[in-house]
């Protein structure tokens, strides 16, 4: 497995992660926890060094799952969690929306800590931007909580570029994490232009766009219930059927490329950036070590050129999430 660095931070991470909220929540009911402990583990086996998580996933049940499997191999991997939303500790409901209030933060680290089974959180995402807490007081006070030794590393997630210039300004920010991907490209438009200029890390996540970029969903796919792309705007049925074209093309260059759409996706992500660093989910063997398998598929300035030559002329259908939570990203 190759190994990058997240901006100029410093911090060594395999070219890719491992995004372990699906284990817990999103896309169904919660998988078995020791198939989920073995899977981990096995990631590590296989070169991967960065994991993904949060309190929210779960909430809760998620950062115990990374903690649990990580435990004996804390020395070989850097983990990331996330604050920034109300959660009752006794029911686990989120139902109070956000809070990045100071004293908040060094509560969840608190708890995040005892969960993770570690000392130190190597990176601590804002989960969500919150408005009603300047973003200098949430520096601030992961800043306190670095000088503390209980973080290592600061990160933002899905945060707008000038929301990142002025956390930066009070505590360095090492990582962004926001959806980015083929079929999301938001992020191009302001924030990865002022993460360069920073000497920041991207890191995306949903890299292959809720599974939709792996070529095994199409219209007639059905979701459990509990599954979000239920109410997910692109994956109502018109979406996906207008949206198939881009798999489409992921197809054919896979297909030159004795690899799968997955692969191409993944090593489109891996080509825009020495400093991106994507967090594939998955639930299942299989499906991790088709992932890492990216890693090794080069594409070419020619690939890459029609790449961005058909894809510019396809527009994706349906927005990302849904609007509530369309309404608290890119603040």
Request: aromatic residues 6%; glycine residues 8%; contains cysteine.
């Amino acid at each position: 497995m190759q190994k990058r660095k997240l901006g100029n931070s410093g911090l060594d991470v395999s070219a890719l992660g491992l995004g372990c909220m699906g284990m817990s929540s999103a896309y169904g009911p919660a998988a078995e926890k020791q198939e989920m402990v073995v899977l981990i583990r096995t990631a590590v086996e296989r070169g991967v060094t960065f994991f993904d998580t949060a309190e929210a996933y779960g909430p809760f049940v998620n950062e115990e799952l990374v903690g649990e499997a990580l435990a004996p191999l804390r020395n070989q991997v850097v983990i990331a969690t996330k604050f920034g939303f109300d959660i009752d500790p006794i029911t686990s409901s989120r139902s109070g929306g956000l809070n990045s209030r100071p004293e908040h933060i060094k509560q969840v680290a608190e708890a995040s800590l005892k969960r993770l089974r570690t000392d130190v959180i190597d990176l601590f995402y804002q989960h969500r931007v919150d408005p009603d807490v300047p973003i200098e007081e949430v520096a601030g006070a992961v800043k306190d909580l670095i000088q503390a030794g209980k973080v290592k590393h600061f990160g933002l997630s899905e945060a707008a570029a000038q929301t990142i210039r002025r956390a930066h300004a009070v505590q360095p920010v090492t990582a962004v994490q926001s959806e980015y991907s083929l079929w999301t490209r938001d992020p191009e438009e302001e924030v990865l232009q002022t993460l360069e200029e920073l000497g920041i890390g991207f890191v995306p996540f949903s890299p292959l766009g809720a599974g939709f970029l792996t070529g095994k969903i199409d219209t007639n796919t059905t979701f459990d219930r509990t599954d979000f792309r239920n109410i997910s705007p692109r994956f109502m049925p018109e979406a996906r059927k207008a949206n198939q074209v881009l798999v489409d093309l992921l197809g054919k260059i896979a297909d030159e490329k004795k690899a799968t759409p997955a692969q191409i996706a993944l090593a489109w992500l891996l080509a825009q950036k020495p400093w991106i660093v994507p967090i594939p989910g998955t639930t299942k063997l299989h499906r991790l070590e088709e992932n890492i398998g990216a890693v090794n598929v080069e594409l070419t300035p020619d690939d890459l050129g029609e790449i961005k030559s058909t894809a510019s002329k396809i527009t994706i259908q349906g927005a990302r999430l849904p609007d509530a939570v369309l309404k608290m990203t890119g603040r």
